[in-house]
């Protein structure tokens, strides 16, 4: 969990800051920290709010560095780019929780299908016969 966290987190600020990433690195490693998430059954808000939690720093720390200048543009695409990667951790985290539960309704039928055929070998096998 610790290493999945720590090079997410590491992936999306240097997505967030614009830096080249190589196509999928950002999406595979923010996966990995959602499908977690979405296994311990956290809410959606408390699986992708980790990444709206960005935005405060960014006013904090940077937007005073880009206040009355040219670069607020720059500024601007960074707090899209955590838009966007939140809509891609929420994307992900329903798509998590939908594979859980289709995983769970597949092993109800299982079970369901076992039961009925082991009730129709009951009532098919006439009493006093061996099996």
Do not use: W
């Not at 059954?41 to 939690?53: N, S, V």
């Not at 939140?86 to 594979?99: G, I, K, N, V």
Request: charged share 30%.
């Amino acid at each position: 969990m610790g290493h999945a966290t720590e090079k997410a987190v590491t992936l999306m600020v240097a997505a967030i800051c614009g830096d080249d990433m190589v196509d999928g690195e950002v999406e595979s490693a923010l996966a990995d920290l959602i499908r977690v998430r979405a296994i311990q059954q956290f809410t959606p808000e408390q699986a992708t709010g980790i990444i709206f939690c960005v935005k405060p720093i960014l006013r904090e720390e940077i937007l005073p560095m880009y206040a009355g200048q040219e670069g607020f543009a720059n500024y601007l695409a960074m707090e899209s780019r955590v838009d966007s990667l939140c809509l891609m951790a929420f994307r992900m985290y329903s798509e998590d929780r939908e594979r859980m539960h289709m995983l769970k309704v597949d092993e109800y039928k299982r079970r369901y299908a076992q039961i009925i055929r082991r009730a129709e070998m009951i009532v098919d096998r006439p009493a006093g016969e061996p099996e």
